[in-house]
């Protein structure tokens, strides 16, 4: 009995319509909706279906898009900073090294700059490869439109991506550096891994305490985050893999909520630091998600 192409490729519909919306949650919805309308075409009709994966790819890209656009008035309402929903990864994701770039929390928040159709174009061409005329057809351009489309997204991620590119190992060397520095509220450890352009974003959503703008300069976030040992009894760290790279869970704070940490370093220091906190958006690091290509 053959595999239902659905279930074969249910990692990658989950992976495109997570980096669509940025959203683990909505993209759990966008997959099961993807396959109720695939399991409502009937056995007879799917067989028929030449491409099965070109084909399951469409369809959640559709649905991703009209989340997107239903998304817009709600985040412009949303309370403090709107960060991605983090993902709790395999350390063997980071071996693809394009997929992991492009799950990051550095690249997702680009990606929240472009238009819904820049976004979509982008993330299936320059992440997934799929064919100018296949992504045409998923979002109702012509070929040519697809192409300029995308042509402007990339040079807009370009203008805003990490400038360069940092090896697993020293990502994995300055976080842990990191993290012993706020376990231990050593404020010059600390500046010793900041950048001195070091940015903080914290997203609380309204129902957990965090920073509404962000927070700018190495001595400020220092000074922020060396007053974690202060947070309460019990508080603490716990290294884990988010969105394919090293970051970190604190759990048991004072309020109740828990806090992901994520980092982006550039040049043997933290150039960016984003913490979620919202407890709507922690629902995806509960358990391992496939992320596949």
Known sequence: MSVDPFVTHRGLLFTVAYEMLGAASEAEDVVQETWIRWDAIGEAARGEVRDPRAFL???????????????????????????????LTTPDVADDVELAESVSFAMLTVLETLTPTERAVFVLREVFDVPYAE?????DKS????RQIGHRAREHVAARRPR????RSEQQEVVERFLAAVTGGDLQ?????????????ADGG??????????????KVA???RTFPK?????????????GAPAAKIVDVVDGYDTAISMTVEDGRITRIYAVRNPEKLGGIAQEATLTR
């Open 189 to 201: 450890a600390l500046l010793d891994a900041l950048a001195p352009d070091v940015v903080l974003v």
């Open 57 to 87: 790819v469409r369809m959640v890209t559709r649905k991703a898009l009209d989340r997107l656009r239903a998304n817009a008035r709600r985040r412009e309402d949303y309370v403090g900073e709107w960060l991605p929903e983090p993902l």
């Open 164 to 167: 360069t590119a940092v090896s």
């Open 143 to 146: 070929a040519a439109a697809v």
């Open 223 to 225: 000074n922020l985050l």
């Open 135 to 139: 992504i045409a057809d998923a979002i």
């Open 206 to 219: 309204g129902i957990a305490q965090a920073t509404l703008n962000p927070v700018l300069g190495a001595k």
């Open 231 to 243: 947070f309460g009894a019990g508080a603490r760290i716990v290294p884990v893999v988010l969105n």
